[in-house]
């Protein structure tokens, strides 16, 4: 069964530029959630899709934003890069989400801004 | 809001010998997940636990969910080299929902085993 999915795997990109990132979940998981991950601020939420519905979103501004797919597959945006915005990013997919459902990772991307 | 403290940062230990960390809040949860990551990868789980007082073990890894609900305990016995990561608890996040779909991450503890 194969795991969690992420593209690109590293990506540099400008200040100023936008950014789309890309996440795979596990066959038959219906919950994705996206992390941001700094050596200072550790693993964050950003937000989780279900259904193709936004369930819940963690306190990032608008410049981060994200949509998923029928096929469960899920896609996060950054507009108007910052030099912050430097971080791994990763997916991780659960079946429905819930307290009981175990949720498992990507390997990440490693976004660079300069 | 809800804070997950996990100590000790780092350790340095011998190959063969064991290991313990935690993880404390001030708020009670009802789910506490041990992760470990590995440089450059996304973390793994170990061990979820559910239930307060709950002992759950995975091999030479043994994770206990606190009477309290405000705590967990990571034990590793008989250490390896391959132990080496940084292992996270993390627990859901009921600023944004509660559940396993958004989790509240500790800041993790960073294993290093000498040889």
């Known amino acids: 069964k194969a795991g969690v999915t992420q593209t690109p795997r590293y990506l540099i990109k400008t200040r100023g530029q936008q950014v789309t990132l890309s996440c795979s979940p596990i066959s038959g998981h219906r919950s994705v959630s996206w992390y941001q991950q700094t050596p200072g601020q550790g693993l964050q939420f950003l937000f989780e899709y279900f259904s193709e519905t936004q369930r819940n979103k963690g306190n990032f501004p608008g410049r981060f934003s994200g949509r998923q797919f029928s096929n469960s597959r899920s896609e996060m945006n950054v507009s108007t890069l910052e030099l912050g915005d430097s971080a791994l990013y990763l997916c991780?997919?659960?079946?429905?989400?819930?307290?009981?459902?175990?949720?498992?990772f990507g390997q990440g991307t490693r976004l660079t801004v300069v | 809001g809800q804070q997950l403290n996990q100590s000790p940062q780092s350790m340095f230990i011998q190959e063969g010998e064991d290991v313990s960390m935690n993880c404390t809040s001030s708020s009670i949860f009802n789910t506490w997940l041990w992760y470990k990551q590995d440089p450059g990868e996304g973390p793994v789980l170990l061990i979820a636990l559910y239930k307060a007082g709950e002992l759950t073990s995975n091999g030479r890894l043994t994770a206990q969910f606190g009477i309290t609900r405000k705590d967990s305990f990571l034990n590793i016995s008989a250490s390896i080299p391959s132990d080496v990561g940084i292992y996270f608890c993390?627990?859901?996040?009921?600023?944004?929902?509660?559940?396993?779909?958004?989790?509240?991450f500790g800041k993790g503890t960073k294993l290093s085993v000498k040889p």
């Open positions: 993390a627990g859901p996040d009921f600023n944004y929902g509660g559940s396993q779909g958004n989790l509240i």
């Open positions: 991780a997919s659960s079946w429905s989400g819930d307290l009981d459902t175990e949720a498992f």
